[in-house]
């Protein structure tokens, strides 16, 4: 079955039904051993974090330091 054809019957079903669909395609994937595949920007920009990392002029954030940003404990 093609995705247009997958996609022509989703769009047939009742809004419920497709948050359900999509809820269970994802718990799918999550349940999946592996991972998805990087794209080339993602890739690109892991390789050049890590090289950023280990030359030191990236120093990178504690947990907890990421965490009180996210949650505006930061001061800022």
Known sequence: MST???LQAFTLL???QQIQLVEDMWDRIAQSDEPPPLTTEQHE???RRKAAYV???SQ???WSEVKNTL???DGR
Do not use: H, Y
């Open 14 to 16: 009742e809004p419920a």
């Open 55 to 57: 030359s030191g002029s």
């Open 4 to 6: 247009e054809a997958i």
């Open 60 to 62: 990178g954030r504690s």
């Open 71 to 73: 949650l505006g404990n």
């Open 45 to 47: 920009e892991l390789t």
